[in-house]
């Protein structure tokens, strides 16, 4: 077949396809639905999903990581703040810290935000309409969309990553990655294909088809129980269908961290907002441009916390950290000072003991520089 007839006859396919379309995508929905209620996924947060909050932390939690790493933490979160007002009560250090390991602390933090806010304006009651969740903290319009259709069985379409392949290949759709024009016509499908009352187990069927059956690469048509109705596999070509995944470069960067020791004491640091991992504590840190400069770097910073001082300022060790598009290098010193000094010029700097250090939140590199420290205790104190 010429490339000419080949074009017509997937036109006319598509022509007759959008005729018969409404009535096929609501079948297409049900027998997902039917999938999904034999092959879900047990996942802890699937056990509360009569509970918004407990719909809102486990949404929370699954930004930007995967559901094999959420599922021990989640059930942590809930066993510590098994609702809205006990989150809103704790102090955020804490938060902080129940969370570590999880990474993209800043979503911690405006859950708690939301949390306190949602006590003082709404009793304690997450909002049960889109506008009102988009309105939180941390709360987007994806995640305001789970939140109605499976908190509140509603049928709002939630349009992230898997949904978006999915639905795209479905009706045949050639989309760019979150554009809003397709995301519209996708939410159309959304809607055509859920079951009357049943956007709760639809909304969640369509997550764990893209997770393990319509994946970006190699999808497992043979194994989905919509194929045979999919436009992306009568094609023959299904990867060619959803959003193309953008490839993004690495940015590499340098920090040198200083653990300085005063007696029993030792100094950290509030992370200020906008600044590498915001709203955590970390040993004094800087960025460097190049690794060369790590050691002087490590002594001007010494020397900016304590003033002109001989203390001995050796390398503890170097921490490497992927995350998202950056790779950071951490070299770590450590020193032992005899006083503070009247240098103690950094206003953000507080001096904690071990105890109260090993209580603090932190990024996981800190995190790592910390348990090294831990190498070096002699009796109840490092060295």
Request: net charge positive; glycine share 8%.
């Amino acid at each position: 077949m010429s490339t000419s007839s080949k074009r017509a006859s997937d036109q006319s396919r598509r022509a007759h396809g959008r005729e018969s379309r409404p009535a096929e995508l609501e079948a297409l929905g049900r027998g997902l639905v039917h999938w999904y209620e034999r092959e879900a996924r047990d996942l802890p947060w699937r056990k509360r999903l009569d509970d918004p909050y407990a719909v809102w932390v486990a949404e929370t939690m699954l930004q930007q990581t995967q559901a094999a790493s959420v599922g021990r933490r989640y059930e942590e979160w809930m066993g510590r703040y098994p609702t809205l007002g006990d989150l809103a009560r704790s102090d955020l250090d804490q938060v902080l810290v129940l969370w570590q390991g999880l990474g993209y602390y800043g979503r911690a933090a405006r859950l708690h935000a939301a949390a306190r806010r949602l006590v003082l304006e709404r009793h304690g009651q997450l909002p049960c309409d889109l506008a009102s969740l988009m309105r939180l903290e941390g709360v987007g319009p994806y995640t305001a969309a789970a939140i109605m259709a499976i908190a509140f069985n509603q049928p709002e379409p939630a349009i992230d990553g898997n949904a978006r392949r999915v639905l795209a290949r479905v009706c045949g759709e050639r989309v760019a990655s979150a554009r809003r024009s397709a995301d519209a016509r996708l939410a159309a499908v959304w809607r055509a294909m859920v079951p009357p009352g049943g956007a709760r187990d639809f909304a969640q069927a369509l997550m764990d088809l893209g997770s393990f059956i319509c994946t970006p690469a190699a999808p497992r048509c043979v194994e989905c129980p919509i194929a045979r109705r999919c436009e992306g596999y009568r094609s023959g070509a299904p990867g060619s269908y959803g959003p193309a995944k953008r490839v993004q470069g690495i940015t590499a960067m340098h920090h040198v961290a200083v653990v300085v020791r005063c007696g029993s004491d030792y100094a950290v640091r509030h992370c200020p907002a906008g600044a590498l991992w915001a709203g955590l504590w970390e040993f004094p840190r800087a960025e460097i441009e190049v690794a060369g400069r790590a050691t002087e770097t490590a002594h001007a910073l010494t020397a900016h916390l304590l003033g002109p001082t001989s203390a001995r300022v050796v390398r503890l060790l170097t921490v490497r950290h992927r995350v998202t598009r950056y790779a950071a290098t951490l070299f770590a010193y450590y020193c032992e000072a005899d006083r503070r000094g009247a240098g103690d010029k950094q206003r953000d700097i507080v001096w904690r003991t071990w105890d109260g250090v090993m209580a603090l939140p932190m990024s996981s590199p800190m995190n790592r520089i910390r348990n090294a420290l831990a190498l070096r205790l002699v009796g109840d104190e490092p060295r």
